[in-house]
């Protein structure tokens, strides 16, 4: 139902803007975020938005370089990813939520499939 796009091979210090739609739904009113999961490392959280009035939210690790943003239907979420560094190479996932803004991996509505970012350097 939720399906990221926009990843891929990119050196250090390019910049990836990834997307995530749904498909067979709406999630108009859902908050939504982004983690990551790097290989043989835990989900994290990277950045999220609020569905009332778009507040947004940062780890520490994309702060500054991430920027998260929705689409004018609001059922569209972007990460615009600057400044990538080797360590940000992850599989990127989209989440939803309906009652609470995501930072935490368990407990969310809804996950999506999730996208590839390889960041050479």
């Known amino acids: 139902q939720l399906q990221a796009s926009g990843g891929g091979l990119v050196q250090a210090g390019g910049s990836l803007r990834l997307s995530c739609a749904p498909s067979?739904?709406?999630?108009?009113?859902?908050?939504m975020s982004w983690f990551r999961q790097a290989p043989g490392k835990e989900r994290e959280f990277v950045a999220a938005i609020s569905w009332s009035d778009s507040t947004t939210f940062y780890a520490p690790s994309a702060k500054g370089r991430f920027t998260i943003s929705r689409g004018n239907a609001k059922n569209t979420v972007y990460l615009q990813m600057n400044s990538l560094k080797p360590e940000d190479t992850a599989v990127y996932y989209c989440?939803?939520?309906?009652?609470?803004?995501?930072?935490?991996?368990?407990?969310?509505?809804?996950w999506g499939k999730g996208t590839l970012v390889t960041v050479s350097s």
């Open positions: 989440v939803v939520d309906r009652n609470t803004i995501p930072t935490m991996p368990d407990g969310v509505d809804y």
């Open positions: 067979g739904r709406t999630f108009n009113n859902y908050h």
